[in-house]
């Protein structure tokens, strides 16, 4: 009877220590707006959570090609790093920036650890990305709400006000808000068509409701290069997914309706915008020039004029 308890106790807690691991991971969307310490926080908690999981496994384990290559780069930042320290000290005098360089790089080995912690609890099937994807979804639709409503009102939910033309919302004065957008969008977008999936004419509507808000929302936020990376994702997604291939198109109209009228109804906007198309324009223009440039070269070289 006592050892039938035991065991029961001891699925328990596995049972319970799984669900936390997951839990944790989960976590690290929230932790992101939350600001770097909560972050670090939750990163060293998910690494020691997995260590307790996996023991001697990671000694033990073969690691494959992927895992060696991206060791490898680490491995070249660390030795980069210390071959600089060590010129620095012999030659060139103790210099504490360069001393800051070589632990920072040290400490960069925490998100190797994390990889292989993620790779070889996926493998014996521990984590449930479920979790980690309803966070990621929530998270990302939250803030740009919340970016939206700092716009409207010229402060956020909680108070934070608005920079010009830069709408961080829950980051205050760390100007990211369309980058975290951006980089988690796509649970969104993904988790309404698959809730959505049994329910063609709603999936369509709140999709494009979706797409618009986070769009919109990465724009006025100020982040021009995330709303690039927001488009061209969508692009992506209307190539390769053809469950989207319909929504996509009529979302992305939406989405430049809107840019239109908020770029024609305020001024700070559109000139930043504006710049960042002359720069583009400038660039392509450059980079032609010197193309043609080049070309006239190559045919001076194959076709020389008589003397």
């Known amino acids: ?10 699925k328990n807690f596995s049972i319970d220590s799984i669900l936390l691991i997951n839990l944790v991971l989960a976590f690290f969307p929230i932790s992101f707006v939350l600001g770097n310490l909560i972050t670090n926080i939750n990163l060293v908690l998910f690494c020691v ?8 496994k990671i000694l033990t384990t073969k690691f494959n090609l992927p895992i060696k290559i991206i060791f490898l780069l680490f491995f070249v930042i660390f030795f980069s ?11 060139e005098g103790y210099e504490y920036i360069h001393l800051v360089r070589l632990i920072k790089s040290v400490i960069f080995f925490r998100f190797f650890l994390m990889l292989i912690i993620i790779y070889f609890l996926s493998e014996l099937g521990i984590l449930n990305l479920k979790y980690f994807f309803i966070s990621a979804a929530f998270s990302s639709f939250i ?28 980051f205050g004065d760390e100007l990211i808000a369309g980058g975290f957008i951006q980089n988690f969008s796509f649970f969104s977008i993904l988790f309404v068509t698959l809730i959505l999936k049994n329910k063609n004419y709603l999936r369509f509507i709140l999709t494009t409701i979706i797409i618009c808000i986070l769009g919109i929302s990465i724009m006025l936020s100020g982040n021009r290069m995330p709303l690039i990376l927001f488009l061209f994702g969508l ?15 009529v979302s ?5 309706i809107l840019f239109k009228f908020i770029l024609s ?6 000139s930043s915008y504006l710049t960042l198309l002359r720069a583009i324009l400038r660039g392509m223009f450059y980079h032609s020039k010197s ?8 045919i001076a070289d194959l076709f020389p004029l008589p003397s």
């Open 1 to 10: 009877m006592l050892k039938s308890v035991t065991n029961l106790n001891k």
């Open 265 to 270: 109804s305020d001024k700070t906007i559109n």
């Open 49 to 56: 959570l997995g260590i307790f999981h996996l023991r001697s």
């Open 81 to 91: 790093t210390s071959l600089s320290f060590i010129k620095s000290l012999y030659f």
């Open 252 to 256: 992305l109209i939406c989405l430049f």
């Open 291 to 298: 193309l043609v440039f080049y070309d006239a070269m190559m």
């Open 235 to 249: 692009l992506l997604v209307f190539l390769f997914n053809n469950k989207l291939r319909k929504i996509i198109p």
């Open 143 to 170: 803030v740009s709400l919340d970016v939206l409503y700092q716009y409207i009102f010229g402060v956020n939910i909680i108070g934070l006000i608005s920079y010009g033309h830069h709408n961080s919302g829950f």
